[in-house]
């Protein structure tokens, strides 16, 4: 655990003499429960000096005058838990906002916190929260944050938000993570232990020179630290509780299991799993073991479990693709976060973990070599892979061919691929079966929207359509189909996923099967662009450099201003935001869409830094996509003004319909192509 209880002697802490300590990253909580939350903060010496334990107190109050406290508590600061403390608070009122602080002695934080539990189980008014990912520190400031936080300031009190759901990335593991032609907003220096610094050799141009990837407890604890340094996102966490789900960066770059991915394939990496994962458990006030069941569904999270691990080969896969040596079993099971909460009769929360238990890739540096020369992993090899050996009704090919090459297919032997893996995939049914709320929403750290170019429509040009990104659920087709089926089979609906990942706001609905000649679609899903990580816009502007073609299909360029036309390729077609591009007529392009280019994506605001806004009635949902901008800058306590805020209204659908999303209507310029509606 992170904090020992202890007897409370309020008169003795407070005889300490002042000046000894400080919280220099804030306070937060985590988790509301109907009469309980989670409460956090990190305490440390002044001087710099290393300490043993430090005795704290915390108090929670009704009003921020703490006149009128209900809780005095007494913990104790560990120093092998870095003097982070976790408090889980009980005995409050559901429904219910509450203030809380923290003591050292007679020295305070700085500010107080504000945080407010869930309603009762059978309450029935609506709900707004806030997702958020993707927050690194050197691409960009947190003015999003700061925008949350005003914004919430100003509003009516019936439309403040009540949670922030983040969705992860909420550190990056390697400093440097900038593309060598751009200036860093602000840099981390040098990790205690790290990687050995990064210098060119033409294998990763988006990484500065110097750059290094945390590889011990003391360098993942010093990210936590350098991140929450910052004051907008500390003005956040201490303004509302969150809810948290990890990805990849938390621990290294497009990970799985136990496994890094930084150059080609990767390696075993147990050492760093394991403390990846206690830094999160020290650094993010999550309810893990202490988390309620769910409509008779067991609770599977748990607190970090102390182990000793080596790096070492993965063993064998069993049946449900989880490696079975016993050291990267050891650090994927010493802590476990997917868990589900409600709050009230409107909103289930299902909060899944989409790194730990997932199968390997399918393109590996053998299918690199195999498709060299496609712009994007072609969409029939992805599928033939991830299906393994179940493949063509269980009579999978023998050789994997493109154009004319051709190998022995890999995974001709192999389970189909998951993203779950098997128990957690039975929880989340279970789960989704189990919700009895108005609308279930899923914590869905990735993408499962389909995002595609559509190759195949250009002529004579001998390509396939190509998936836009692997590393989210484009990279394991089949289970997203099952999880697809099982829900239109159970008729279970009101499903939207809130994700993150991609950089970009992007809206649209969920298909069974996105290649049946008819659509027919299980779920909704809203992607938040990142707070401060570079959009995904800039990233296809830098890859697609090499081909006119293809960067005309990106980006137009007037010569007066340059224009996200990857925007229209994504969702119109590639036939569309190429003829866009050379006619300058958004309506000569619309002739040529293709309406199944990216099936069941409906809206892409793909140069995106901000966050999302849900709202939950019993009447329908709404959903705000607030775009920022440009985060190069640190606004202030003013926070970042907004670009524009895309808006969408879901109405509630019978489990086995089809649902439908309404909008992007726009306040502020709309993104290139769609025109400007007033709301």
């Known amino acids: 655990m992170s904090a020992a209880p202890l007897p409370f002697v309020s008169a003795l802490n407070r005889a300490e003499a002042a000046g000894l300590y400080h919280f220099p990253q804030g306070l937060a909580s985590g988790d509301p429960q109907p009469h309980a939350v989670m409460l956090w903060t990190r305490v440390e010496r002044v001087d710099g000096a290393s300490s043993g334990s430090v005795d704290l107190y915390v108090q929670v109050a009704q009003d921020e005058s703490f006149s009128q406290l209900v809780v005095e508590r007494a913990v104790r600061a ?16 559901p429904d219910s906002w509450y203030y809380y602080r923290f003591f050292a002695g007679s020295d305070q934080a700085p500010f107080a916190g504000r945080t407010r539990t869930a309603p009762s189980a059978d309450a029935k008014r609506p709900v707004r929260f806030a997702f958020v990912s993707c927050q690194n520190y050197e691409q960009g400031y947190y003015g999003a944050y700061r925008r949350l936080v005003n914004d919430d300031i100003a509003a009516r009190p019936e439309d403040r938000i009540e949670f922030v759901l983040h969705l992860g990335d909420f550190i990056y593991e390697h400093t440097g993570d900038v593309p060598e032609e751009e200036k860093p907003a602000r840099l981390i220096g040098p990790l205690p232990n790290g990687s050995k610094p990064w210098e060119p050799d033409g294998k990763r141009t988006n990484w500065q020179r110097g750059g290094q990837a945390a590889e011990t407890l003391a360098d993942y604890r010093f990210l936590y630290k350098a991140y929450l340094g910052d004051p907008d996102l500390q003005a956040a966490r201490a303004r509302f ?6 990805d990849d960066h938390e621990f290294t770059n497009d990970c799985w299991q136990a496994h890094d991915t930084y150059f080609g394939d990767g390696q075993p990496a147990q050492r760093r799993k394991f403390a990846a994962n206690q830094a999160w458990f020290e650094y993010v006030p999550a309810l893990l073991s202490d988390a309620p069941d769910f409509g008779g569904v067991k609770s599977a999270a748990h607190d970090l479990v102390p182990a000793k691990v080596a790096d070492g080969p993965m063993g064998e896969p069993d049946a449900d693709f989880l490696f079975q040596g016993t050291d990267n079993l050891h650090a994927i099971r010493s802590l476990a976060i997917h868990r589900a909460f409600s709050w009230g009769a409107m909103l289930d929360l299902i909060i899944t973990d989409l790194r730990s238990y997932r199968s390997p890739p399918v393109v590996t540096d053998e299918i690199r070599a195999l498709i060299k020369g496609a712009p994007l992993p072609p969409v029939r090899i992805v599928k033939t ?10 009579k999978p090919p023998e050789k994997i061919s493109y154009k004319d090459r051709e190998i022995a297919n890999p995974r001709r032997n192999a389970p189909p691929g998951t993203h779950m893996g098997g128990p957690q995939k039975l929880w989340f049914k279970a789960a989704m079966k189990a919700s ?8 869905n750290s990735v993408p499962a929207l389909s995002m595609r170019i559509d190759f195949s429509s250009l002529p004579f040009v001998g390509l396939e359509d190509g998936y836009v990104g692997i590393d989210a659920w484009q990279g394991y087709p089949g289970e997203l189909k099952e999880l697809m089926t099982f829900l239109r089979e159970e008729k279970i609906g009101n499903v939207i996923s809130c994700s993150g990942d991609y950089h970009a706001h992007i809206a649209g609905l969920l298909p069974v099967d996105p290649d049946a000649d008819a659509l027919t679609c299980s779920a909704v899903e809203f992607v938040t662009a990142g707070i401060s990580s570079g959009s995904m816009y800039e990233g296809a502007e830098r890859g697609a450099r090499k081909s006119a073609l293809f960067h005309r299909a990106v980006e137009i360029d007037d010569g007066k201003r340059k224009l996200e036309n990857f925007n229209n390729t994504l969702v119109n077609g590639l036939r569309a935001g190429v003829l866009t591009n050379y006619t300058n007529s958004v309506k000569v392009g619309a002739i040529f869409r293709n309406e199944r280019a990216s099936p069941g994506l409906s809206f892409l605001d793909s140069n995106a830094h901000g966050f999302g806004i849900a709202t939950l009635t019993e009447q329908g949902a709404t959903v705000e996509l607030v775009n920022v901008g440009d985060v190069s800058k640190d606004m202030g306590p003013e926070g970042s003004p907004v670009l524009r805020r895309s808006r969408f209204a879901v109405k509630p659908w019978n489990g086995g319909e089809e649902p439908r999303v309404d909008g992007p209507h726009f306040e502020g310029e709309p993104p290139f192509p769609y025109s400007h509606v007033a709301v």
């Open 78 to 93: 560990l120093p092998e838990a870095d003097h982070t403390v976790r408090v889980l608070v009980n005995g409050l009122k």
């Open 436 to 443: 009895k709320a108005r609308w279930r929403i899923w914590a």
């Open 241 to 246: 509780p969150f809810i948290h789900t990890w």
């Open 385 to 394: 892979l991830d299906a393994g050996r179940t493949a063509e009704s269980g």
